[in-house]
């Protein structure tokens, strides 16, 4: 299609324009791209370094907000000696890290007949969940769980356990952790041997960690 004068005569002044620019070459646009890439990573690298001090505080101040404005709950607890003995090695505080993990215990009193504990816990402030909004964003904190991890030493020279024949219910990775399904309908089948799995598991850890920020929706 041939072009009208007007559109020929503005590509003739673009190209002479661009021929009296002397050229970019591909190092000198590099070098440029480069230097900004790098002013970039700067700030991305400030910016983790603030984050990273600001979290413990933030973290700090969600833990006093939650104790002005939520009612912790407390309750009592029932559970028989013979199972804190049994499967906890009469260790009550590991029993509730594995059974009430964002709680903590307040006091333990052996009941009058000798066979129950009535254990008081209490919601732990650091691990309640809580939000809030900021600069039109939500944000706040939850918590995360981690796996429990197998004593697989232990388990695997506890005569209990080798009489049981559970031996594919504990798979070894870079540390040892129960294959959740076929420890699920093990204990099913098998409820006895609940006590001789609590001795030698470790609580998975339950951390703290601030949500991402999200946008809030603006009303209709």
């Known amino acids: 299609m041939a072009l009208d004068t007007e559109a020929a005569e503005k590509l003739n002044e673009a190209l002479a324009n661009t021929a009296d620019e002397p050229a970019v070459t591909a190092k000198e646009e590099l070098l440029e791209l480069s230097s900004m890439y790098r002013e970039a990573d700067e700030k991305e690298k400030a910016a983790k370094k603030q984050k990273e001090a600001l979290r413990g505080p933030i973290m700090d101040l969600i833990s006093e907000a939650v ?5 912790l709950a407390t309750k009592v607890v029932t559970v028989p000696q013979d199972d804190i003995n049994l499967a906890y090695d009469g260790d009550i505080r590991k029993w509730a890290a594995l ?24 919601e732990n402030d650091a691990l309640v969940k809580y939000e809030f909004s900021v600069d039109g964003y939500k944000f706040g904190r939850t918590v995360q769980h981690g796996s429990p991890t197998v004593d697989a030493e232990g388990l695997h020279g506890d005569e209990e356990f080798s009489a049981l024949g559970a031996e594919d219910v504990v798979q070894e990775v870079v540390i040892y952790e129960l294959d959740e399904s076929k420890a699920a309908r093990f204990l099913a089948s098998h409820p006895e041997s609940a006590a001789v799995f609590a001795r030698h598991t470790r609580p998975g850890a339950v951390t703290a960690k601030l949500l991402p920020f999200k946008a809030m929706k603006e009303d209709a």
């Not at 104790?67 to 009612?71: F, S, Y």
């Open 67 to 71: 104790r002005d404005e939520v009612p």
């Open 99 to 122: 059974k009430y993990p964002e709680w903590t215990v307040e006091n333990i009193v052996p009941e009058p007949d000798g066979l129950n504990y009535s254990i008081t816990i209490r």
